[in-house]
C-alpha cells in the first residue's frame, strides 16, 4: 500500500467551517470521494484531485456501502492521499466505522479528520446552547434511521432521557416521531425546532413544540434538516439569530 485514506469531515456546510487540516489535506489529495451534501466551494480546495461522487443525493442511487470501502482501498494502491469527505464529522451518523474496518482489515493506513457535526452548527446559527445551567445537561444524538435487517433503534428512550436531543435524518417521518414519543410520556409541549441548511445561507429554522412537529416539518424545502427538541428552546422563537434566516412560529 502507498496511500493513506484520510476519513475528513466537511462540516455542516459552509465552507469555511472546516478545519484547517481538512483543507490541507484536501489541497494534497490525489483523489477525493465525497457524499452529496458536500459543497463545491469545499471540492474546490481539491485542485489536484480526481472527485468521485458517493451518496444518496448526487442523482445517482447510493453507492453501496461495499462498493465505496472498495475504491477506497483501491485508491490507496494507487494514490498516496487518498480524501473520504463526509459532511459534518465523519464519526457522527456516517458510516465511517464500516470504512475503517474494512480498510485496517486490508492493511490501508486511515486516519481521521472531525469536522463539526451539524447539530453544533445549527445551536451555533440559532445562537443557543444545547446544554444550560440548571436547564440541561444531557444531550443525545439520535436517529430513528434503521438499515434493512438491523434491529430497531433505542431512539425513543434516549430522547426520554436526555435533556436536549437532537434527532438526525428524522424530518421525513416528523409525525411519526412526534407520536413515539408522546405516545411514550414526553410532553407534547415539549418546545421543538427544525433547522433546515444549518450553516449555509439559505438555513431556516422553525420553532413550536414536539405536537407542531408534522406541521414544522412540511414547510422544510428538500435541505438537511435536523429537529432539537427541549427546554433550552423555550425562548428560542423569540431569541436573536444572525446566521438563519427564520421562520417564526408562535408555541
Ligand atoms: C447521514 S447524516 C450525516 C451527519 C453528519 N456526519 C454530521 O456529523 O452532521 C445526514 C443528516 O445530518 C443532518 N444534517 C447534515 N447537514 C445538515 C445541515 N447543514 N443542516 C441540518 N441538518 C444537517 C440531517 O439530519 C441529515 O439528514
Do not use: C
Request: proline fraction near 4%.
Amino acid at each position: 500500500m502507498i496511500g493513506t485514506v484520510y476519513l475528513v469531515g466537511a462540516g455542516p456546510g459552509a465552507a469555511d467551517l472546516l478545519t484547517l487540516r481538512a483543507a490541507r489535506l484536501l489541497a494534497e489529495a490525489d483523489v477525493v470521494f465525497h457524499d452529496a451534501l458536500v459543497p463545491k466551494e469545499i471540492l474546490a480546495l481539491a485542485p489536484r484531485a480526481e472527485l468521485v461522487a458517493v451518496g444518496k443525493r448526487s442523482g445517482r442511487h447510493s453507492a453501496a456501502q461495499r462498493f465505496i470501502n472498495k475504491r477506497l482501498a483501491d485508491a490507496a494502491r494507487k494514490h498516496r492521499v487518498v480524501v473520504r469527505l463526509k459532511g459534518g464529522d465523519p464519526l457522527v451518523f456516517g458510516r465511517a466505522q464500516e470504512e475503517i474496518d474494512f480498510l485496517r482489515a486490508r492493511r490501508v493506513a486511515v486516519e481521521v479528520v472531525p469536522g463539526i457535526t451539524a447539530a453544533l452548527a445549527a445551536a451555533a446559527g440559532l445562537g443557543i446552547s444545547l446544554t444550560q445551567r440548571g436547564v440541561a445537561r444531557s444531550l443525545a444524538f439520535v436517529t430513528p434511521r434503521v438499515g434493512a435487517g438491523e434491529a430497531a433503534s433505542s431512539w425513543v428512550g434516549t430522547v426520554l432521557a436526555a435533556d436536549t436531543a437532537v434527532i438526525y435524518m428524522g424530518a421525513g417521518q416528523a409525525e411519526a416521531i412526534a407520536q413515539a414519543l408522546i405516545a411514550a410520556g414526553k410532553s407534547q409541549r415539549t418546545p421543538a425546532a427544525v433547522i433546515e441548511n444549518a450553516s449555509r445561507a439559505e438555513a431556516r429554522a422553525a420553532f413550536g413544540t414536539l405536537a407542531d412537529l408534522p406541521r414544522l416539518a412540511a414547510r422544510l424545502s428538500g435541505g438537511p434538516v435536523l429537529i432539537v427538541l427541549g427546554e433550552v428552546l423555550r425562548n428560542a422563537a423569540s431569541a436573536e439569530q444572525p446566521a438563519t434566516a427564520r421562520t417564526r412560529q408562535a408555541r
